[in-house]
């Protein structure tokens, strides 16, 4: 009970609550919110894994069974062969990790020089990088996607190659105010200090500033990840070739081709690599979303 | 921690600083330019890969969307043809229908997809316990991959062997068609897409409704407010900053819906009913290779977004004051 007490006030009096008639209340909508919420957000979880267990016959009988008659683990082993599960998660995961590399060392190298050395013009730059976020991201895919199969000045074409997530990711403005903001409230003393010391500006970001702003880079490395492994509609678009695609356009592409609790199995094994990184970092993308502000 | 690895002992190195070389006025100051540019060339090395990518990849296909809705590209030749694709889009027979179509989804999406995370905040803020399992399972959803999300709804929408009819019909309610009706298409891809996006906003919502003071509570209570009086008098008007900001972020969000009719419906659904301004767009560019048809429809929906934040700007200046 104490740790009701210290709990900060909200809409229901502690008062209130402590009184038999609240108390049952309480527990009553408390129970029935478990309930439900249960059954929305983990059953669908609960039916995609099964799913994946049931015989293609089961799969689609009516009314649907609760759990598989007669699981067989091997449709997962199938969906795996079948839709070539591998290629697909290994390019998804090239792409992921070297759009976060690349998010990294541009953002943070932008963000730094914006919030610490501040060029002339760096102000304006700032600024055109934020318009970005007004325009809608749909209506700039169109000329995106013509920009990258025929790259204006080095007139490459890089539609089936990485670099076509990789160099977009990077122009996500809202890394760059979140680096910013976070390096503009480490004091200036500390850089002052490490350049009276002789650090050079590349060493002063590396061993003062990066090793303080962990949290940060937390939040926008997992962020970075999680919005390649999301994506749908851009590598749809830039990585038609079926050996380069990424998990969510390779099962899509494929689903009306094999049966449905192969299908169902192989969307189990896209979500997993998602769902591992929100249950361990789920602080991080907590926090991540509500400190950074509204990315909706 | 690998704390900075600089040590004191390393000892200031004395930079050759200008300030006791009492050198001529002109000499000193030619060093002063030179430091200074030195300084911004090295600033701006920082910044260039980002620039670069931004000059590519962001900015010019801003400047390119708004040449491209005036051009025409025919066999690799392009010709300026004034208003005539903006012409062209109107009278395409799909452009009011998806318009129509957007905002409605936009208007249930804001009913459903507004109004319930608000809700759901308000209720979780309030329990005692596992009030941390609660948040983790309303975010789930955000962390599916689309094409597991709405696969799944698929099934669970099929009118044969689905799920939500096997459960309708077990307690002996009517079992719609659902994606399959032009009445019901449209309300069913708002449902899936609630579901996969309402975790973000309910978890800035519990945020935002934590840093309600608690005394504001306690005061509304010596008054003798009821439970929904304290929420239309406290928690509202506490939380009406980000909630109108949501609100906003809703509308722009919602109007460029894509991915989820895209993949429940095929994108167009029974007779058009869910073909979305955004599906239209994506038609125009990449079934038919007319981009600039896409680009004016693209440009019409900018200008109309830009045209909601404005007036949001607006209202929330004057309510301001």
């Known amino acids: 009970m104490a740790a009701i007490e210290a709990r900060p006030r909200t809409l229901i009096s502690p008062a209130q609550l402590g009184r038999r008639r609240g108390k049952v209340t309480y527990w009553i909508v408390f129970g029935l919110t478990m309930t439900v ?89 700032l600024g055109m990088m934020l318009a970005t976020l007004m325009i809608p991201a749909t209506v700039l895919i169109v000329p995106q996607y013509l920009t990258v199969i025929d790259v204006p000045l080095f007139e490459r074409n890089l539609a089936n190659s990485p670099w076509a997530i990789w160099l977009p990711s990077v122009t996500n403005a809202f890394n760059i105010f ?75 592409s494929l689903s009306t081709g094999v049966s449905e609790n192969v299908l169902i199995a192989a969307m189990t094994i896209a979500s997993i690599p998602t769902l591992l990184i929100f249950l361990i970092f789920q602080r991080n993308i907590m926090s991540g979303l509500t400190a950074g502000g509204l990315k909706g | 921690m690998s704390a900075p690895a600089l040590t004191r002992s390393e000892a200031p190195k004395g930079r050759p600083s200008g300030k006791h070389a009492a050198g001529p006025p002109a000499g000193r100051r030619r060093e002063d330019i030179a430091r200074s540019i030195r300084r ?28 491209l809705a005036f051009q025409k590209n025919k066999n690799g030749v392009t010709t300026w043809v004034g208003w005539r694709n903006f012409e062209q889009v109107i009278n395409d027979p799909a452009f009011w229908q998806a318009w129509r179509n957007t905002l409605l989804f936009t208007a249930l999406a804001l009913v459903l997809g507004f109004a319930l995370p608000f809700l759901v905040a308000v209720l979780l803020n309030e329990f005692r316990h596992a009030q941390g ?110 909630l109108s900001l949501m609100f906003l972020m809703q509308i722009i ?22 073909t979305t301004v955004v599906y239209l767009i994506y038609q125009y560019a990449f079934n038919f290779n007319n981009y600039g048809a896409a680009a004016a429809l693209g440009l019409m929906l900018l200008l109309l977004l830009a045209g909601v934040s404005g007036a949001y700007a607006r209202l929330n200046r004057s309510s301001g004051e």
């Open chain 1, 37 to 125: 919420f249960t059954l929305v957000f983990l059953g669908p979880l609960y039916w995609m894994i099964t799913g994946g267990l049931k015989s293609t016959a089961e799969v689609i009988q009516s009314p649907p069974t609760p759990y598989p008659k007669d699981p067989s683990p091997e449709t997962y082993g199938d969906a795996w062969d079948r839709l070539n599960l591998a290629k697909l998660l290994g390019n998804t995961l090239y792409y992921a990790f070297g759009a976060l590399a690349f998010q990294l060392v541009l953002c943070v190298a932008a963000a730094y020089s914006l919030s610490k050395l501040r060029p002339v013009l760096g102000n304006v730059i």
């Open chain 2, 40 to 67: 911004n060339l090295s600033a701006h090395g920082f910044l260039i890969g980002a620039v670069l990518c931004f000059g590519f990849f962001s900015w010019y296909p801003m400047v390119r969307e708004f040449l």
């Open chain 2, 253 to 274: 969000a919602t109007m460029q819906v894509f991915v989820e009719p895209f993949l429940l419906t095929g994108g167009a659904g029974p007779e058009g009913s869910t």
């Open chain 1, 178 to 252: 979140l680096l910013k903001r976070f390096f503009d409230s480490i004091p200036q003393e500390l850089l002052d200090a490490a350049s009276m010391d002789g650090a050079s500006r590349i060493r002063t970001l590396w061993s003062v500033i990066l090793p303080i702003s962990r949290p940060i880079l937390g939040v926008v490395s997992i962020f970075a990840i999680v919005n390649v492994w999301k994506d749908f509609l851009w590598p749809l678009l830039t990585l038609p070739d079926p050996d380069k695609q990424t998990l969510n356009v390779g099962i899509y």
């Open chain 2, 133 to 242: 399992y609660l948040r983790l399972l309303v975010y789930l959803p955000v962390m599916l991959p689309p094409v597991a999300s709405v696969l799944l709804f698929k099934y669970f929408y099929d009118p044969g062997h689905g799920l939500f009819n096997a459960i309708l019909g077990s307690v002996g309610l009517p079992e719609p068609e659902w994606l399959q009706s032009t009445d019901t298409a449209m309300l069913s891809v708002v449902i899936a897409a609630t579901w996969m996006n309402m975790g973000s906003a309910t978890l800035i919502y519990l945020a935002s409704l934590q840093g309600i003071p608690g005394e504001l509570y306690e005061a509304a209570d010596l008054d003798g407010a009821g439970l929904w009086r304290k929420i239309w008098h406290v928690t509202i008007p506490q939380t009406r900053l980000i």
